[in-house]
């Protein structure tokens, strides 16, 4: 296999290049393909978690409306990078008043991760959409449409995707093993999902990050690259923890933090999954309501700059606190 094949990322060499190749948001894809073909479409807003698709259908739609000339009538920006007002003023004006090349009607800018645009570079931006959409549509992309000022959601089709499911992220990563001609076990697929937590792209690389060190993916592959601990280590730290003997859940808590390199993040949104998820835990309602309450707390004191393990270890001593839930 030449280097260069073997070194590619498989999240860009998988990618779908049509809209027709495209899973999962059966009720947005359709919609995207129907402008392609009629080769008219509005503004866009795309709105959904990381790993969803949503530059994946940009440059697709861009694709299939232009064909071969797509890349002389798109441009891609990422606002997280650059986020004020001259960046609207200078680039994104200089290309949205230039003329589409080739004979399109139009051409596109795609500007991902807009809800890192500051309000004032947003206001400019609505006026440019306002100015030059006869000659360029704008595709926005972000994680939280509430971040985006409401003249331009009002001026946009709003989309709003969805995480993909197990079966769905399965299926991706089933025909990319099989591409790659990598044996993948049942156990590592079904710990990949669920490290992913519905996002497509992470799963890919997970996938691609423990082919690279194994000739076999099993779950052993999986745990060594997967800080994020697994569904059976937070249900023997939740265990331990409930049975009173808050020392031994403590020592396991902090083999994540030393073994595996698990952030406080990491972790915190690990107990959540399952404490909410199904079946859950061993406890009655009433507790996990207050349960939840206080991982919202900790959540929220991390975001503030709180020391992660000690506010871990403050829900490991709420739960030896709880009753364990009879037969």
Not at 289 to 308: E, K, N, P, S
């Amino acid at each position: 296999m030449p280097a260069e094949e073997r070194d590619t990322v498989w999240v860009e060499k998988y990618r779908p290049r049509s809209l027709a190749d495209m899973v999962g948001q059966e009720t947005i894809v359709p919609v995207l393909r129907a402008y392609a073909q009629k080769r008219s479409m509005p503004h866009l807003l795309l709105a959904g978690p990381p790993g969803t698709g949503k530059t994946t259908a940009a440059i697709a739609l861009a694709r299939d409306l232009f064909g071969s000339e797509w890349r002389q009538n798109f441009l891609e920006l990422n606002a997280s990078d650059e986020r004020g007002i001259d960046t609207v003023r200078t680039t994104i004006k200089s290309y949205a008043r230039s003329a589409p090349i080739g004979g399109t009607g139009f051409k596109i800018l795609f500007l991902d991760e807009a809800d890192n645009l500051t309000a004032e570079a947003q206001a400019s931006l609505r006026r440019l959409m306002e100015r030059y959409s006869a000659a360029c549509r704008f595709i926005l992309s972000c994680n939280y449409s509430s971040r985006i000022i409401e003249p331009i959601q009002s001026r946009c089709a709003v989309f709003r995707f969805r995480i993909y499911s197990p079966d769905q992220i399965q299926e991706q990563l089933r025909r990319i093993a099989t591409a790659e001609k990598r044996d993948v076990s049942a156990d590592a697929f079904k710990a990949i999902i669920e490290a992913s937590d519905g996002d497509l792209r992470r799963a890919i690389n997970l996938l691609q990050l423990a082919a690279t060190f194994r000739e076999k993916v099993d779950i052993a592959a999986i745990k060594d690259v997967v800080t994020a601990p697994m569904r059976d280590e937070v249900e023997a730290i939740f265990g331990t923890a409930l049975a009173g003997d808050f020392l031994a859940a403590r020592e396991q808590l902090f083999r994540l933090f030393v073994e595996r390199g698990a952030s406080g993040e990491d972790i915190l949104r690990s107990l959540h999954s399952y404490v909410v998820g199904e079946p859950g835990p061993p406890i009655p309602p009433a507790e996990k309501i207050q349960l939840i309450q206080h991982l919202a707390d900790v959540d929220f004191r991390l975001a503030q700059g709180a020391t992660d393990r000690i506010q871990l270890e403050s829900i490991l001593a709420r739960i030896a606190t709880l009753k364990a839930r009879g037969p």
